[in-house]
């Protein structure tokens, strides 16, 4: 089938980054050649908070609301796997999402919260439902190409100086910092976390607790 989606969160009563997530939407579409339908899904959300699902195919957008639901254990800092896979449009959320979703798979059968996509050169991509960043001297990088611009990626550049780069699993190993960001779950350290990413996370804690007092 084809489409394209987005996933999406509330803090508070607000969905956050509405029109970034509807942006990325569209320009997924141009990437597959899809049109989509006319107008702006219409999302209803009456409970708090919530994970949303937006996918649009050319037949028509198809809207899911749920509880948002987090394992608070992932922010001690998780464990991951390593993939290689590729996806054929990376900049793009599109359907069949398979590689991903096979990639992440394997990680939830080896007991990992994570499974990160290594390229056909060795290097480092993506997580398979998140963007990448390592830590190193203070400096904090992130790969530049083939992978998903993500919504929470951009916030976070947009907080601290991030800088492109490439890296090997065995590289990533030795990083003084690394995390993952995730829309549903913001930022979430693999392994150990360091200042930096303590610091981040902070960020969308205080943003979830806002949220709370509306």
Known sequence: MKGVFETMR???EEIFKFEEHME???RSAEIVGMELPVGIPEIRVDRFPSRIKV????????VEVRD???DEAVYDGIEVVFVEAERSNPEA???PYDVCHDAHKLAEDAGCGEAVLVDR???VTEGAYSNVFWVKN???FTREDGVLPGITRGVV???IPVSFGKVTPDELKDMDEIFITKTTTGVVPIGRSGPITKKLMQYFFDLDLKGQKR
């Open 10 to 12: 509330t803090y508070g």
């Open 24 to 26: 990325r939407l569209k």
């Open 55 to 62: 996918t649009a195919t050319p037949e028509g957008f198809e």
């Open 68 to 70: 948002l639901e987090i």
């Open 93 to 95: 959320k599109a359907l």
């Open 121 to 123: 050169d060795g290097f």
């Open 138 to 140: 203070g400096e904090v």
């Open 157 to 159: 550049s947009e907080l």
